[in-house]
């Protein structure tokens, strides 16, 4: 039990069934509401306590928020993340970090990838060293209470693109491709590293993992993605990234897949062929039709043998369109505005399985 998801062994249960692709009565729905909608509270700032190191502050406040939240009536858990922002392993490998006004990036530092070494900066106060310093804060102070994120790695190609600029990487690919697959499978070779470094840091072996996405795992879990894919075509992809992505799935017990942008769909006969991925969230992109308008991409995923993410559904929403899909490996995540409200989500979707 956390003390705020008193139902969290039951909650355990139904992401068992999940990734097994086996359904208990209904598909999940991690739902959540405030215990009172006239008086909000609102949760710690995205990356609160990164740039100051103020790890307690942050903490501290988003309990706040969670003490003034209910989920109790779906598998809602809540959690926090410990960040630098979506760049953070490119700073791990020594690149400079910015963080300014609620956001983070690092500054294209390598004039070409001719003798590059992949290496963790380890000193003092790199940004790696006090990620995992911020993790191990984190994990003590909510124990029985609620869950640290697995941090969100962009690593792979993406690490590659910060560290070089997408553009400059793009042109590489063309003309220095012995030298991008050597860095490749150096910092490919890391990503373990990386993840057991968290385990130890998060004392996640205890606890389970869960990361940005909601789907927890009592394994070893993380959300993996190549947001760099939609600068390239198919036999680059197939190249460079797919096996990438494969080996990170591989090695972790289960996954999500973050599949952002429609630039990126060329790709996806190739990302749906990695056995190894569980879930997909697909992610239309700014300024496109959200995801319920995607239904035939949707279908096909499913058909894949793949389960969704759907994380931009309304309550109405859910409750006309989710028999649309099949509910093996299918989660909802949505915000309700009163406890009333989310259970009668669920109550609802139970009832018209």
Same mark, same amino acid.
């Given at each position: 039990?956390?003390?705020?998801?008193?139902?969290?062994?039951?909650?355990?249960?139904?992401?068992?069934?999940?990734?097994?692709?086996?359904?208990?009565?209904?598909?999940?729905?991690?739902?959540?509401?405030?215990?009172?909608?006239?008086?909000?509270?609102?949760?710690?700032?995205?990356?609160?306590?990164?740039? !100051?190191?103020?790890?307690?502050?942050?903490?501290?406040?988003?309990?706040?928020?969670?003490?003034?939240?209910?989920?109790?009536?779906?598998?809602?858990?809540?959690?926090?993340?410990?960040?630098?922002?979506?760049?953070?392993?490119?700073?791990?490998?020594?690149?400079?970090?910015?963080?300014?006004?609620?956001?983070?990036?690092?500054?294209?530092?390598?004039?070409?990838?001719?003798?590059?070494?992949?290496?963790?900066?380890?000193?003092?106060?790199?940004?790696?060293?006090?990620?995992?310093?911020?993790?191990?804060?984190?994990?003590?102070?909510?124990?029985?209470?609620?869950?640290?994120?697995?941090?969100?790695?962009?690593?792979?190609?993406?690490?590659?693109?910060?560290?070089?600029?997408?553009?400059?990487?793009?042109?590489?690919?063309?003309?220095?491709?012995?030298?991008?697959?050597?860095?490749?499978?150096?910092?490919?070779?890391?990503?373990?590293?990386?993840?057991?470094?968290?385990?130890?840091?998060?004392?996640?072996?205890?606890?389970?993992?869960?990361?940005?996405?909601?789907?927890?795992?009592?394994?070893?879990?993380?959300?993996?993605?190549?947001?760099?894919?939609?600068?390239?075509?198919?036999?680059?992809?197939?190249?460079?990234?797919?096996?990438?992505?494969?080996?990170?799935?591989?090695?972790?017990?289960?996954?999500?897949?973050?599949?952002?942008?429609?630039?990126?769909?060329?790709?996806?006969? !190739?990302?749906?062929?990695?056995?190894?991925?569980?879930?997909?969230?697909?992610?239309?992109?700014?300024?496109?039709?959200?995801?319920?308008?995607?239904?035939?991409?949707?279908?096909?995923?499913?058909?894949?043998?793949?389960?969704?993410?759907?994380? !931009?559904?309304?309550?109405?929403?859910?409750?006309?369109?989710?028999?649309?899909?099949?509910?093996?490996?299918?989660?909802?995540?949505?915000?309700?505005?009163?406890?009333?409200?989310?259970?009668?989500?669920?109550?609802?979707?139970?009832?018209?399985?």
């Amino acid at each position: 039990m956390l003390k705020y998801k008193e139902n969290f062994e039951q909650t355990k249960e139904y992401f068992r069934a999940f990734w097994k692709k086996e359904v208990i009565d209904r598909p999940l729905i991690a739902v959540s509401c405030p215990k009172d909608p006239a008086s909000p509270v609102w949760p710690a700032p995205y990356m609160a306590g990164s740039a !100051d190191g103020k790890y307690l502050e942050a903490l501290q406040r988003q309990e706040e928020y969670f003490a003034g939240m209910d989920y109790s009536a779906g598998e809602a858990i809540p959690t926090f993340e410990c960040s630098f922002g979506p760049d953070q392993f490119a700073a791990f490998l020594g690149a400079k970090l910015e963080i300014k006004a609620g956001t983070s990036w690092v500054h294209p530092c390598l004039e070409s990838f001719e003798g590059f070494h992949a290496q963790l900066d380890r000193s003092e106060n790199s940004v790696y060293t006090r990620l995992l310093q911020f993790i191990s804060v984190a994990a003590d102070y909510a124990k029985g209470k609620f869950l640290i994120n697995t941090p969100d790695l962009h690593s792979n190609m993406d690490a590659l693109s910060a560290m070089r600029s997408p553009e400059e990487l793009c042109v590489d690919l063309m003309l220095d491709e012995e030298n991008v697959l050597s860095a490749l499978e150096q910092v490919r070779k890391l990503y373990p590293v990386v993840i057991e470094d968290v385990i130890r840091a998060g004392k996640f072996e205890q606890t389970g993992m869960i990361g940005w996405a909601p789907t927890y795992c009592e394994g070893k879990f993380a959300t993996v993605q190549c947001d760099f894919s939609c600068m390239i075509g198919p036999a680059m992809a197939r190249k460079f990234v797919i096996p990438a992505i494969r080996e990170e799935a591989a090695y972790l017990d289960h996954c999500v897949y973050h599949y952002d942008g429609k630039e990126a769909l060329g790709h996806l006969d !190739d990302v749906l062929a990695i056995k190894e991925i569980d879930v997909i969230q697909w992610v239309p992109g700014d300024g496109n039709p959200r995801s319920i308008q995607w239904m035939d991409l949707l279908h096909k995923i499913q058909a894949a043998g793949k389960g969704l993410w759907i994380y !931009d559904w309304t309550v109405d929403e859910i409750k006309e369109h989710f028999k649309e899909l099949k509910p093996e490996g299918l989660i909802f995540q949505v915000s309700a505005k009163d406890r009333k409200e989310a259970e009668g989500l669920v109550s609802y979707v139970k009832k018209h399985m």
